[in-house]
């Protein structure tokens, strides 16, 4: 496999000549991110950097807290220059912003560092002046970039869809063209954001930015695809995929959204099963689906659902949405719920079947005395009119209480987001029918990802 090559900074060498311009002109720092704040190119310094700058120049990439500061000023949003304010505690002095645009397109921003908060008139005309050629320049290097990831989105698509044939070809064609290297395992994982308040493109913005920001390994490639408000992600590694690294990537993952787009984002994720290589990717992506669903409606999972821990839950999270509803709870269960006392009792019997059927290790975790413990069970037998010594009576109550966990407090309403799937945009996730999906973006570096 091959080694990890860093995220390419916000432009050409083109780009990077006049922006070097830019900064002689003025005799300031000048610097141009990407669209997600997150990417950066910079001038030489002019004796006015501060850490802020210096963290990004080392690091190759602007830090997290700045740039949810800067985008807390809706600068992507701004419709001409102005002035972006410092912050002492993140080492930012205050910055004269230029929101680069072309054709509509958000291309990013160009900053030039400004200690007192103000510019000469020709200064701001210098800028002026260079802004349309910079953002030219910018807007070529995306036409490009975008002309060169659809063949890669329409692979890594199509690898992942429904059709074998089309999953086939375009695992031939990732191989022959290098564009991915095949290895014995692969594990996928679907990101979804819902309920945030910012754009569908910020949320995209967001998604690309906190996937390209995992910690690169020797060890693992990755690939990832993102719509309006989901992403999926695909590693490949010789060896298994460490099932705690998993989870706390999924972690970093869904806190750089958290920063990115504010306490209103609710990033969930769901984390495949691992299968061999590239012909096994898809199945690990129909696992991740269901896994995500998982997280979306149990907030006992802590935002983080995985395939390879959800037991039965995993089947009944494929049943569609209109199915999988409190119908499905038995009736002697809705008895036992409706009854006096019903919330304590469930939970009762939920650790009795939890601890399969042992009453000395149910009285221990409940921490109550075996005659307390007897006589709840006796009640729970008297309300539902079934066995405890049942095994069958035992497997609908036990499924009953999973599927009422499925469906609590934190349950879903619904799907959210766009599914990546096949090179025409279907997908089948095993609990609708296939929907249509906007164009998406894609990303598949030649380098390795972090597993974890």
Known sequence: MTGQRRRAPAGSVAAQELIEELAQSLHRSVAVTDPAISGIRWSRHFDDADPARLHSVLQGRVDRDVARHVLDQDVTRWPRPGFLQGRDDLGLLPRYCVPLRERGHFLGLLTV????????????????????????????????????????????LSLLGASPAAREDARHRLLEDALLPDAPHAVVSVVEVAHSRSSAGQVTTALCAALEELRPTRW?????????????????????????????????????????????????????????????????????????????????LRGTGSWEELGELSVLLQLPDHALNET???????????????????????????????????????????????????????????????GADRITLHLGLRIRELLGPGGESGESGD??????????????????????????????AQAA
């Open 419 to 448: 599914v990546p799937g096949g090179a025409s945009g279907d997908v089948h996730d095993g609990a609708r029918p296939e929907r249509r999906i906007p164009p998406q973006r894609t990303h598949v570096p030649h380098g390795r």
């Open 220 to 300: 693992a490639d990755r690939a990832f695809a993102v719509t309006a408000h989901r992403a999926v992600l695909l590693q490949l590694a010789d060896r298994p995929l460490d099932q705690d690294a998993l989870r706390e990537q999924s972690r970093s993952v869904r806190q750089a959204l958290s920063a990115r787009l504010g306490p209103s984002a609710v990033p969930v994720i769901g984390i495949g099963g691992h299968h061999n290589g590239l012909a096994g990717a898809h199945a690990s992506h129909e696992q991740a689906l269901v896994a995500v669903r998982a997280a979306r409606r149990m907030p006992a």
């Open 113 to 156: 560092i400004t200690p007192d908060g103000a510019l000469t008139p020709e200064a701001t005309e210098t800028i002026a002046r260079a802004t349309p050629a910079v953002a030219g320049q910018l807007y070529a290097d995306h036409v490009l970039a975008d002309a060169e990831e659809t063949g890669r989105r329409q692979l890594l």
């Open 328 to 390: 499905l709870i038995p009736r002697p269960l809705r008895a036992l719920l409706d009854s006096g006392g019903g919330h304590r009792l469930a939970q009762t019997l939920r650790c009795f079947l939890d601890h399969a059927g042992s009453t000395s290790r149910t009285a221990e975790a409940l921490r109550i005395h075996r005659t307390s413990l007897h006589y709840r069970l006796r009640r729970i037998q008297e309300i539902t009119g079934l066995d405890l010594d049942s």
